[in-house]
């Protein structure tokens, strides 16, 4: 089991930067694959990006491949989200999830577990 509890979230204008953070308790987070979902409003909850268990290797929505970076640091068992060149389409609720095994995954369904969220909202 794990618990996931997302902070970092804001508004923002367009091109501007943001970092989402997750804090992750139980002993298994080292073992899972993480990763970042969002939800924007009248739509379905879609897969932002993946870290496999030794942050080794990483994967991305083509929608924010090259402006988002994830990380995580296994010692203090948190995953970040680093989001620069926001746009307004961004705007999402952005949910921090667990695979439950370690490699690397890629999409929404692969996750088992995730935080209560974070707003993010993008202004024009």
């Given amino acids: ?24 308790s139980g002993r298994t987070f080292n073992s899972y694959a993480m990763g970042w979902l969002r939800q924007a409003p009248g739509k379905e909850r879609e897969f932002v990006a993946a870290i496999n268990w030794n942050g080794r290797y990483t994967y991305y929505a083509g929608s924010v491949k090259g402006r988002f970076t994830i990380s995580r640091d296994n010692a203090n068992n948190t995953v970040s989200l680093q989001m620069n060149s926001l746009k307004p389409e961004d705007t999402a609720l952005y949910y921090c999830a667990a695979a ?3 490699e690397l995954v890629a999409q929404a369904r692969d996750f088992g577990s995730w935080g209560q969220g974070t707003q993010v909202t993008v202004s024009s």
Avoid at 3 to 22: D, F, I, K, N
Wanted: proline share 4%; with cysteine; aromatic share 0%.
């Fill in 1 to 24: 089991q794990v618990t996931l509890v997302e902070s970092g979230g804001g508004l923002v204008q367009a091109g501007g930067s943001l970092r989402l953070s997750c804090a992750a």
């Fill in 100 to 102: 439950h095994r370690p």
